[in-house]
């Protein structure tokens, strides 16, 4: 199960910060534009 805990905004940039099976936290960095281009 994974699950997000928190996005932090940069310019273009988003740092989404996410659990994993409650074993482990990692981020990942996705560009703003991709995201909500990908919601249309």
């Known amino acids: 199960m994974v699950f997000p ?3 932090v ?3 273009d940039t988003l740092l989404v ?7 482990c ?3 990942v960095e ?3 534009h991709e995201v909500f281009g990908a919601l249309q």
């Open 30 to 32: 996705l560009s703003r």
């Open 9 to 11: 905004e940069t310019g």
């Open 25 to 27: 936290t990692a981020v």
């Open 17 to 23: 910060y996410y659990g994993a099976a409650d074993a």
């Open 5 to 7: 805990t928190g996005l």
